[in-house]
């Protein structure tokens, strides 16, 4: 049976808790292990050579094909890519630059026959979606396949990222859709006497109620300030950027995948659909199992009977104090822990116009 990510839940929030929870410990526990390993080579760690996992068919073919996995919220940069840290490794996070970084040295490897997207994610920012569009077509003009599979959901973003592929396969029982841009819920709290659920949870209670007092210069540099409502040229100026978005977003999609603009703008709208729906739209190819996938790219590449394998990208492998912290993460993990982790996620979702699905971004950022 191949390996393969477990399916995500649907509150995307309650997975990225358990995984990011313990921000406030990675500190620690990346300063213990650089200790360690720190004191027994004279204060320098040795450095190890990225290797590449088998993991299904026969690993000693020379058909590789690379797994490169799109799963949960699309983000952009990892908050550190430059030593393979725990955050740049996290699979219920996407970081679209790192996937392209993967996807550029998986068209230049000789021993990389062909890719496959394995797709399970509500959408993101767009700038990691277009990055990781961009290792796509990196790898076609390689002339390699590559061929998308969407476990259980690709929305949103992961439409973007995706479109051109030279297939996209939906595993049986998926949503696919939701092409179009939000700007996250901008509050705005009207006559409040309370404040609570801050960053650590914490809450403020006044008898003469909360007064806020910003200090900017030029218009609309508080857009977002919960205790003003938002005015009418500042709406007008955001729906202009959205729409601006979302006509890229129906060029984009349109260029690489039989879908009707028209019809994208006047019916589907940002919809998500299921399996049939999707391929007659045009936003999918057809609905194979995980299995069913691998095998077509198999038949892509000329591979005969099991002469092929699947492989993940090479990764800097873990020392045995690295995989036992990492394990502990989700149960060091404390309520103000989860706080942090939560405005750690939402702020880059937050920060601009998002192609992922309002109610993901509902229930990641209580929006």
């Not at 841009?181 to 960053?199: E, Q, S, W």
Request: hydrophobic share 40%.
């Amino acid at each position: 049976m191949a390996e393969r990510p477990p399916l995500l839940p649907d509150l995307f929030r309650m997975v990225v808790k358990m995984i990011v929870g313990g921000v406030l410990v990675i500190g620690l526990v990346s300063c213990g292990v650089g200790c360690v390993a720190g004191a027994g080579a004279g204060g320098k760690t040795a450095k190890k050579e990225p290797v590449a996992k088998t993991i299904y068919g026969n690993k000693d073919s020379d058909n590789a094909i690379e797994r490169i996995d799109i799963v949960g919220p699309i983000l952009t940069h990892a908050p550190d890519e430059t030593d393979g840290g725990f955050f740049s490794s996290i699979q219920v996070l996407t970081y679209g630059y790192k996937v392209k970084e993967q996807l550029l040295k998986a068209a230049k490897d000789d021993d990389v026959k062909a890719v496959m997207l394995f797709v399970s994610t509500p959408g993101g920012t767009i700038v990691g979606s277009e990055a990781i569009h961009d290792g796509v077509l990196a790898v076609k003009e390689a002339g390699k396949p590559i061929v998308a599979h969407v476990d259980m959901m690709s929305a949103s973003g992961g439409v973007w990222s995706t479109a051109a592929a030279d297939k996209i396969f939906a595993d049986h029982g998926s949503l696919v859709g939701s092409v179009g841009v939000i700007f996250g819920n901008f509050m705005y709290y009207k006559d409040p006497v309370a404040i609570d659920g801050g960053l650590f949870r914490g809450g403020v209670t006044t008898r003469g109620g909360v007064k806020s007092t910003v200090i900017a210069a030029s218009e609309g540099k508080d857009l977002g300030n919960p205790f003003r409502p938002m005015t009418e040229r500042e709406k007008t100026l955001l729906e202009a950027s959205a729409k601006e978005f979302y006509e890229k977003f129906l060029d984009h999609v349109t260029q690489y995948r039989p879908l009707d603009r028209d019809a994208l703008v006047d019916d589907y709208g940002a919809m998500i659909f299921a399996n049939d729906a999707a391929e007659a739209r045009g936003y999918i190819d057809g609905s194979r199992t995980y299995q069913e996938s691998i095998a077509y790219i198999a038949g892509e590449i000329g591979a005969e009977g099991d002469d092929w394998k699947l492989v993940l990208p090479p990764e800097v492998p873990k020392s045995p104090l690295e995989k036992m912290f990492g394990a502990s993460l989700a149960a060091l993990s404390s309520g103000r822990m989860e706080a942090a982790q939560d405005a750690a996620v939402c702020a880059e979702l937050k920060t601009g116009p998002v192609a992922i699905t309002a109610q993901s971004l509902t229930s990641l950022c209580g929006l």
